[in-house]
């Protein structure tokens, strides 16, 4: 879709773009296209895709031969969405999978509503599914962490976000950009590869840098379910201030004597701060505070 077209669409229609809605549409085919290069899709393929805005993204997964789920908030945009690609949107995640070989439009179902509170209220088995989804900033952090944390998670997320977002994604134990946001999304997935996007590549041209990173969930069975609760709970307590001891913080929760012997198993100092823990660490400090027995256990 090119630029002049985008521009046209929305002129015809005199619709005015909602910035809160992070409404910067991709144009460059390039980039489309190494997009769904790194989401390495196959024919046949799930494809979840959020926010499709005016479409650009969508007309690449299809012709790419994926089945694609798109859910966008703004029913304007759905309306014109629905007229450009001849499908008949629903505001509810529909039962059925996309019917295959069914052509490709026939491959599209688009939902008009709150990707995330579709997210958190109707759960779904994603796992044989791929995230693709040039996100609304504003959003593209819960909606990580909430699919990330789901129970049944895709197998990939391909997402472009704020560059910022993205090295947040990559980070590693020592950097400022490491926190909950790292430790939430790479408790289950591994960062695969990401490329820039260069502002002019959108309209209207977003304030922020942007980029698209590929995450692959890693294979099950590092935690638990009950494991992975605690997890995020003890890196969220761990993180709540950054500059306080770890150790310290993590004793307002559980007990003191269990996280001393963690801590020194673990050969970590008394005043190690939670951006100096690794993947590992975490994993471990969860696994050892997780079915703690009753009379060692804290309400949280
Ligand atoms: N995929 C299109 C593209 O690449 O040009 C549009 C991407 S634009 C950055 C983000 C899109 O997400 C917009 O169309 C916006 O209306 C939509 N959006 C914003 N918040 C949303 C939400 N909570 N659920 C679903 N869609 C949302």
Redesign the pocket.
């Known amino acids: ?1 090119r630029l002049s077209e ?1 521009r046209h669409l929305l002129a015809a229609r005199n619709l005015q773009l ?1 910035r809160s ?7 460059d085919a390039n980039q ?1 296209r190494r997009i769904v290069d790194l989401a390495e899709i196959r024919r046949g393929e799930r494809v979840l ?10 007309e690449h997964l299809l012709a790419a031969g994926a089945d694609v789920l798109a ?4 029913a304007r ?1 759905v309306a014109v969405l629905a007229e450009r690609l001849g499908v008949a949107p629903c505001t509810t995640l529909p039962d059925v999978a996309p019917t295959p070989a069914a052509g490709e439009l026939g491959r599209l179902r688009l939902v008009q ?6 997210l958190e209220d109707q759960p779904r088995d994603w796992s044989a599914w791929k995230l693709v ?7 593209a952090s819960p ?1 990580l962490v909430e699919l990330a944390s789901a129970e049944r998670a895709p197998a990939l997320l391909v997402v ?1 976000l704020q560059l910022e977002v993205v090295r947040r994604l990559q980070a590693g134990p020592g950097s400022k950009d490491y926190g909950v946001l790292t430790l939430l999304v790479q408790m289950r997935y591994e960062p695969r590869g990401s490329f820039r996007i260069p502002a002019d590549c ?2 209207p041209a ?1 304030d922020v840098e942007s980029a698209c990173i590929a995450l692959a969930r890693r294979p099950a069975g590092a935690l638990t379910a009950a494991g992975e609760r605690v997890f995020r709970q003890v890196v969220r307590r761990a993180f709540s201030e950054r500059r306080k001891k770890a150790l310290k913080l993590l004793k307002f929760d559980w007990p003191a004597p269990v996280l001393e012997v963690a801590w020194s198993d673990l050969g970590l100092k008394p005043d190690e701060r939670a951006e100096n823990l690794t993947r590992d660490h975490f994993l471990e400090l969860a696994r050892r505070l997780t079915n703690l027995p009753a009379h060692e256990r804290r309400t949280l």
Request: aromatic share 10%; charged share 15%; no cysteine.
């Open positions: 879709m985008m909602t809605l992070g409404q910067n549409f991709l144009h489309l895709e959020i926010g499709p805005g005016l479409g650009p993204l969508t859910i966008e908030k703004d945009l509503a709150d990707a995330l509170r579709v989804a040039n996100l609304p900033y504003s959003v909606i472009t959108f309209f977003p």
